[in-house]
Nanobody, 126 residues
Framework: QVQLVQSGGGSVQAGDSLRLSCVAS????????VGWFRQAPGKEREFVAG????????YYADSGKDRFTISRDNAKNTVYLQMNSLKPEDTGVYYC???????????????????WGQGTQVTVSS
């Protein structure tokens, strides 16, 4: 069993930056692929970014490419999502998720992840 605890998030102005953190605990908590997803009100959960274990490959949705950076510190069992140049359309609840994935094409698929964080609200005002 793996537990994911998120931190970061909050309310910011357009153009600001935020960093989300996702700390894993439990057995073999570090050797999982991790994805970040978000869900805006009235919309489906969507993929934002993903990073393979131990961290050689990253994946981004077009919406965050060039603005978001996913990284991980395996010694701290932590995955980060650095979000720059935030836009109002980035508003939503952000979730980290962990699983063991086999192909890059699986990262955007939420049903491939076994463990989820509690979610953290990000609100971007114009």
């Amino acid at each position: 069993q793996v537990q994911l605890v998120q931190s970061g998030g909050g309310s910011v102005q357009a153009g600001d930056s935020l960093r989300l953190s996702c700390v894993a605990s439990g057995r073999t908590s570090s050797n999982y692929d991790v994805g970040w997803f978000r869900q805006a009100p009235g919309k489906e959960r969507e993929f934002v970014a993903g990073i393979s274990w131990p961290g050689g490959t990253t994946y981004y949705a077009d919406s965050g490419k060039d603005r978001f950076t996913i990284s991980r510190d395996n010694a701290k069992n932590t995955v980060y999502l650095q979000m720059n140049s935030l836009k109002p359309e980035d508003t939503g609840v952000y979730y980290c998720a962990a699983g063991r994935l086999y192909f890059g094409s699986e990262f955007p698929r939420s049903n491939k992840y076994n463990y989820w964080g509690q979610g953290t609200q990000v609100t971007v005002s114009s």
